[in-house]
């Protein structure tokens, strides 16, 4: 199976930093890299798909890039609801899996 | 509107099964794949399975052998059943759309919270 690790692990960032969030996978997985963000108590939420395809009515400030086994989610001015947890995944390759995510917290 | 509701026990006894029922509405099963992702309490994701537009399957490794999704296109519901429980299988349970050919979940149900108990 292919591991998706996330760091760091815990990011205390304040509203109006640029952040930008690491996944990597144990093997590559070409583009198939989606984000998704999660807020305590709600269903993820999906933000970027195929590394840098924004969904839609996502905020503009939500990038991501990277391929092969390198990812990053960038968020160019972090607002006071983008404190969440975040979580990468990947579809390249059986079984589908998750990284153990970042949880972004207001310093 | 798009929307998945997840509906089930909320307490299964240990060496039970489970049975959750994922009704959605505002698209149909054939067009969209379904997937069954959980979330074991303060702890991360974990995608369990998937049905396809044309009805066949397919499971996390891990879970294979005691886990089976199937559907009711009539009744716009997929199904999830999954044996031999344990309490590490206490979970919130989600229920999502998938696009073919993507695999990404743009629409999640609530949840369904399952506590494996005695």
């Known amino acids: 199976d292919i591991q998706m690790t996330q760091s760091p692990s815990v990011l205390s960032a304040s509203v109006g930093d640029r952040v930008t969030l690491n996944c990597k996978a144990s093997?590559?997985?070409?583009?198939?890299l989606n984000w998704y963000q999660q807020k305590l108590g709600e269903a993820p939420k999906l933000l970027i798909y195929?590394?840098?395809n924004l969904q839609t009515g996502i905020p503009s400030r939500f990038s991501g890039s990277g391929s092969g086994t390198d990812f990053t989610l960038t968020i160019s001015s972090l607002q006071p609801e983008d404190f969440a947890t975040y979580f990468c995944?990947?579809?390249?390759?059986?079984?589908?899996?998750f990284g153990s995510g970042t949880k972004l917290e207001i310093k | 509107q798009v929307q998945l509701k997840e509906s089930g026990p909320g307490l299964v006894q240990p060496s039970q099964t489970l049975s959750l029922t994922c009704t959605v509405s505002?698209?149909?099963?054939?067009?969209?794949?379904v997937s069954w992702v959980r979330q074991p309490p303060g702890k991360g994701l974990e995608w369990m399975g998937v049905?396809?537009?044309?009805?066949?399957?397919a499971y996390n490794s891990l879970l294979k052998s005691r886990l089976s999704i199937s559907r009711d296109i009539s009744k716009s519901q997929v199904f999830l059943k999954m044996n031999s429980l344990q309490t590490e299988d206490t979970a919130t349970y989600y229920c999502?759309?998938?696009?073919?050919?993507?695999?990404?979940?743009?629409?999640w149900g609530q949840g369904v919270m399952v506590t494996v108990s005695s």
């Open positions: 195929n590394t840098n």
């Open positions: 093997q590559n997985i070409n583009k198939y």
């Open positions: 505002g698209f149909s099963l054939t067009s969209y794949h």
């Open positions: 049905i396809w537009t044309g009805g066949s399957t």
């Open positions: 995944f990947q579809h390249n390759s059986w079984p589908l899996t």
């Open positions: 999502a759309r998938d696009q073919p050919g993507a695999h990404y979940f743009d629409y």
